[in-house]
């Protein structure tokens, strides 16, 4: 079972994700490298995700479209910052329009990935940085919780309420 | 499934250990089965579900307020007043830091209590995430 720790940010907006596996760092490297691999993992359970692009080169682009349990479908990028293999590399990650390019006016957010050798096996650090609270917001919506943002609305409701 | 409960299982962990002492407001049955809803509006709406704690909230909304300060206000005791605070807490709704010897509660910042909620769902995302790719490692292990 992998180390899992998660520091969130609330005020700096990042969220850091520290985990370790057994594998070797080659090992978890290409697991990211290999789109197949990697769509076996990156979209939730219930939203699976199938990459239709994996130019894992600096400048490179990723296309990936992710379904969800009534039929929706949402697409996402990558557009490749940095590329240190196998040590780190870092993507924006943000939406597709309609027409397969990334979508003008909808936020991204950037997520930097490292990997060192650590106690015979590999320490994966994620760091995710957003732009904004409304771009964490939208970013959400691309898939999973079609009811957050009515349920927030009614939050603040109540809160003003009160 | 059971990989969601294990994420589930974890994140309860994780919430068990960032509030020693304190019991979970969740089930661990409500977590894994009702995924549409996020376990984190689970307990927003459970602090908000209680007049004394939306009574407190709206105090510090205010202006800081110490716990016994706090305490002095109802007719319970400071232990209970604790608990509600402590609710509060987890639903990211105030925060407490320590002043001397006092624990001072504060409101949290709406922008503030938004960003804890959003990130609280991407470290669902995340929890997931890891525990795919530590099963695809485990496959691959095996198959070489």
Redesign the interface.
Known sequence: ??V?E?H????A?T?T?I?Q???PVA??WN?YADPR?LE???G???WPAKFVRHDFVVGGRSEYYMSGPNGERSGGYFEFVSVDEPRSFEVKDGFLGEDGRPAEGMPSMTMRFTFEPHEGGTRMV?L?TFPS?EA??QL?KMG??E??KS??GQ??A??AA? | MT??S?AAA?SQN?EKQSSPGLRPVLSYNQMVVR????AD?DR??GA?ADSTR?DI??RV?KADASVSELAERYRMSFAAVQKHVAVLERA?LVTKRKDGRAQRVAGNP???Q?????????????????????????K??QGE
């Open positions: 079972m992998p899992v998660i969130k940010d609330p005020e907006l969220m994700v985990a596996f057994a594998a090992r978890v697991a691999q076996r993992f990156w939730p359970p219930s994620t995710t609270v964490m917001e959400l999973m919780e009811g957050m349920a927030m939050i603040d109540v809160l009160g | 990989k969601q294990a974890r994780m995924r549409e809803s996020p509006l927003l709406f908000l939306r909230l709206a909304m990211h709406k922008a503030v938004r960003a804890n909620r959003l990130l609280s769902q991407f470290e669902q995302i995340w929890q997931a995430r890891i525990n795919g790719l530590e099963e695809l490692l485990g691959s292990d």
